[in-house]
């Protein structure tokens, strides 16, 4: 596994739960967003952990932690992902994976081996804007499938997106709320500016309150529950 950093302790990754946080390095999306680009551009890439020291770490933290939030990056591109949850979950853990989407065929594997309990994906954009808001050409069909997989697993489980005025307007965000249709869970995350995969965008801003009160008022039709974060 290719792991840039653990966050130790976290209140608020894992829904209702406490948990440490493992960031894999590497991804196969070019957000502009992207706030941890020593994770995803090859050229700003932070040195990478010991495997071993981060197993060493949640061993120590067992009856302290629920439960292990994978994220990155896009932590369904490394290819010891599979052995690396089965590992934590004979720890005791509950793990919530995060992904962009891209690799339907891991999240059924990790599904068929029932060896997650709680999935997030990321919804970039409404189909026909998806390559251009997440920086490289993606295949669609590929997110239609993780869509469906999630919605179908039974499993808590969330979709969330980034709302950045220059590259989404409020009827994208309606149009992404009938991708998910009947999803659980829509999660509408304000960008803040940091520091970004594109250093441009620390001048770029957020949609405005009044925006996001109309949308959630317009979304709640569509799915479980939507919020702000
Ligand atoms: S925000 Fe985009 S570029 Fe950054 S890790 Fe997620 S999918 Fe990759």
């Keep these: ?27 196969n999306f070019r957000c502009p967003y992207c706030h941890n680009p020593e994770l995803v551009d090859p050229e700003r890439f932070c040195e990478t952990l010991f495997t071993e020291d981060v197993y060493d770490y949640l061993e120590k933290r067992k009856g302290k932690l629920d439960g292990v939030v994978i994220t990155g990056g896009e932590p369904t591109l490394q290819a010891k992902l599979i052995p690396f949850i089965q590992r ?6 509950l793990v919530k994976l995060d992904t962009n989407g ?22 970039k954009a409404p189909y026909e804007k998806y390559s251009r808001v997440a920086g490289l050409l993606v295949n ?14 039974g499993l808590p489980s969330e979709f969330r997106t980034t709302l950045v005025r220059s590259l989404l307007e409020p009827d994208d965000v309606l149009r992404i709320g009938k991708m998910i249709e009947g999803a659980s869970l829509y999660v509408l995350q304000k960008f803040v500016p940091s520091k970004h995969v594109d250093r441009s965008y620390v001048k770029k801003s957020s949609f405005t309150d009044d925006d996001l009160a109309h949308l959630l008022a317009d979304l709640n039709p569509l799915i479980g529950r939507c919020v702000i974060r």
């Design 88 to 93: 934590v979950k004979s720890m005791g853990y």
């Design 102 to 123: 891209s690799r339907p065929k891991v999240i059924e594997d990790v599904l068929k081996k029932g060896i997650v309990d709680y999935l997030a994906m990321d919804i």
């Design 1 to 27: 596994m290719k792991i840039g950093y653990v966050q130790k302790t976290s209140f608020i990754d894992y829904p209702g739960k406490i948990s440490a946080i493992v960031f894999t390095q590497s991804c």
């Design 140 to 153: 669609i069909t590929q997110i239609r499938k993780s869509i469906a997989l999630i919605k179908e697993s």
